[in-house]
């Protein structure tokens, strides 16, 4: 089963506005993170945003926020007045446990549109 | 800002072939990794390294790779006899503690073209 679901292969935004990536996950753990990570054209991996399991407020990190809602096993990442720079791939990400590796959803292709 | 490095960025090889990938992980992290990503598709975790031993491994590590930290600073992942399907950007990535809420930094990739 499917640990990380995206459901948005691909989104379009017009260049201002906001836009939702959606992410819902799988586990039975209690503790966990959740991780988004851009990944440009160039191929990098960039650290985006990060938000605990037990984790009371919504994380923010300037343009980003992720709108945990936790009963419902979502962690959608919400990119503010969208840039241009903001095209890239993005994926979601969960460790459940001390030490784990990351695992990661299929990806959004994010298009910002001039 | 200290960041993960990684050589080659390109690597394009035979069938049949070994490969070495090499990563320097971000110098007070304790926890490495290895991740694969074939074109257009998910990321995939290949290896985690911690006490200078494998701590886990999925099953696309088989036999044909192996991991080792050989001086302290490089953390290098071999692949002993290339196929057509291990062509993909390899990441290595680096964390400092382990903890949940703590970040994996990953290196730039290097992009493996298997001939």
């Known amino acids: 089963a499917q640990k990380i679901t995206q459901t948005q292969p691909g989104m379009f935004v017009q260049e201002k506005e906001a836009v939702t990536l959606d992410c819902t996950y799988d586990?039975?753990?209690?503790?966990?993170?959740l991780f988004w990570y851009k990944q440009p054209s160039s191929g990098e991996m960039i650290f985006l945003i990060y938000?605990?399991?037990?984790?009371?407020q919504n994380a923010t990190e300037g343009r980003y926020s992720l709108n945990f809602q936790k009963a419902r096993k979502s962690a959608n990442l919400v990119i503010s007045a969208s840039q241009l720079g903001d095209s890239a791939m993005y994926f979601c990400?969960?460790?459940?446990?001390?030490?784990?590796?990351?695992?990661f959803g299929p990806g959004t292709r994010l298009s910002v549109l001039p | 800002e200290p960041e993960v490095t990684q050589t080659p960025s390109h690597q394009v090889t035979q069938m049949g072939q070994e490969v070495i990938l090499r990563c320097v992980p971000i110098?007070?992290?304790?926890?490495f990794y290895w991740y694969r990503q074939i074109l257009g598709q998910k990321v995939e975790f290949l290896v985690s390294?911690?006490?200078?031993?494998?701590?886990?491994k999925s099953e696309i590590f088989d036999d044909q790779f192996s991991v080792e930290r050989p001086d302290g600073s490089n953390f290098t992942l071999k692949i002993r006899s290339t196929k057509l399907e291990d062509s993909a950007m390899y990441f290595c990535?680096?964390?400092?503690?382990?903890?949940?809420?703590?970040?994996?930094?990953f290196g730039p990739g290097t992009r493996l073209l298997v001939l």
């Open positions: 990400a969960m460790r459940e446990a001390y030490g784990q590796n990351f695992v």
């Open positions: 110098s007070n992290h304790l926890y």
């Open positions: 938000q605990g399991s037990y984790d009371e």
């Open positions: 990535a680096s964390q400092g503690r382990g903890r949940i809420q703590e970040t994996q930094y």
């Open positions: 586990t039975s753990d209690q503790s966990y993170g």
């Open positions: 390294f911690y006490n200078n031993e494998i701590s886990e």
